[in-house]
Structure formats: C-alpha cells, structure tokens
C-alpha cells in the first residue's frame, strides 16, 4: 500500500474487497467511460456508491 501510495499523493489506495475484481473493473470501465466523454477541463466526481461494492472505505 505504502507503495501505491507514492503514485497517488493527493489520495491513499483503497484495499479490495475479497476476491471483487470484477466489481472494480466495472467500475474502472464506468469511470473511464464518463472522463472519456467530459470536456476538457471540466470536473468529475468519482462514483463513491460504487467504490462502496469492490473497496474497504
């Protein structure tokens, strides 16, 4: 974790929940999805309720 860590300074990981990689590549797909289709500049929030089904929060 301390690892990841160093990749994302402005956010700690998240731990997986179990065996949920399916749960977060949906996700990962739904938010790539959304960032792909915003305009440059413009702000996104992340899908929290989502994060919820594949993360330890």
């Known amino acids: 974790m301390k690892a990841l860590a160093e990749f ?5 990981p998240l731990k997986l929940k179990g065996l949920k990689f399916r749960e977060f590549f949906e996700w990962l797909s739904q938010s ?16 929290f309720e989502g994060i919820k089904g594949w993360a330890e929060l």
């Open 8 to 12: 994302s300074p402005m956010r700690s």
């Open 32 to 47: 790539v999805s959304t960032t792909s289709q915003s305009i440059a500049g413009e702000s996104i929030s992340l899908d």
